[in-house]
């Protein structure tokens, strides 16, 4: 038996860790760990523009790009999923470029537009652990805690935390459990 998904009820909704292909996802929106131009890159970035094909290339043309911690929304074109958020992630520089409280914003902001948008299930990558280099140790905690404290207050009701290894998994169920205790 798998140990995934790991479901756990929470207050304001349910968060769920999958090991898995984000763009397969069948939830209201996928959040993309995007760069600034939104315009593809590689990773989960580029998977995502591929599923969804060249119409959300030509939609985040019109967008101007995206700040850092900063969130943008476009329509799901291909995917299973009806939209994606694009978030940019910060890149690691050692941990004293305020990248923990810019990865929060990416988490934070993602929820505020799903909010705004009446979304109620979305499904995040662990941004900036990639090429962007972030320690996936301390971005898992960041991303879950960042979640428990906006969850109760969005239309958010389901959360999936779609990881692209176990060990990227288990990282997160570790901090679901710490901060649920």
């Given at each position: 038996?798998s140990d995934?998904?790991h479901?756990?009820?929470?207050?304001g909704g349910?968060?769920?860790?999958?090991?898995?292909?984000i763009t397969r996802?069948a939830?209201?929106?996928v959040?993309?760990?995007a760069?600034?131009?939104?315009?593809?890159?590689?990773?989960?970035?580029?998977?995502?523009?591929?599923?969804a094909?060249?119409?959300?290339?030509?939609?985040c043309?019109t967008?101007?790009g995206?700040?850092?911690g900063?969130?943008?929304i476009t329509?799901g074109?291909?995917?299973?999923?009806?939209?994606?958020?694009?978030?940019v992630?910060p890149?690691?520089?050692?941990?004293?470029q305020?990248?923990?409280?810019l990865?929060?914003?990416?988490?934070?902001?993602a929820?505020?537009?799903?909010?705004?948008?009446?979304l109620?299930?979305?499904?995040?990558p662990?941004?900036s652990t990639?090429?962007?280099?972030?320690?996936?140790?301390?971005?898992?905690?960041?991303?879950?805690?960042t979640v428990l404290?906006?969850?109760?207050?969005v239309?958010v009701e389901?959360?999936?935390?779609c990881?692209f290894?176990?060990g990227?998994?288990?990282?997160?169920?570790?901090?679901l459990e710490?901060?649920?205790?």
């Amino acid at each position: 038996m798998s140990d995934w998904p790991h479901r756990v009820a929470v207050a304001g909704g349910t968060i769920e860790i999958v090991v898995g292909d984000i763009t397969r996802l069948a939830v209201d929106a996928v959040v993309n760990a995007a760069n600034r131009t939104l315009l593809g890159g590689g990773g989960v970035d580029g998977a995502i523009h591929r599923a969804a094909g060249p119409e959300l290339l030509a939609e985040c043309q019109t967008l101007g790009g995206c700040e850092t911690g900063e969130a943008k929304i476009t329509r799901g074109y291909r995917l299973p999923a009806a939209h994606v958020i694009h978030t940019v992630g910060p890149v690691w520089r050692g941990g004293g470029q305020d990248e923990a409280a810019l990865l929060a914003a990416c988490y934070g902001n993602a929820l505020a537009l799903a909010d705004a948008h009446g979304l109620v299930r979305i499904a995040f990558p662990a941004i900036s652990t990639g090429v962007y280099g972030f320690p996936a140790e301390e971005a898992a905690p960041i991303a879950i805690g960042t979640v428990l404290a906006r969850l109760p207050d969005v239309s958010v009701e389901h959360v999936v935390f779609c990881c692209f290894s176990a060990g990227s998994a288990v990282l997160h169920r570790q901090a679901l459990e710490a901060l649920t205790r």
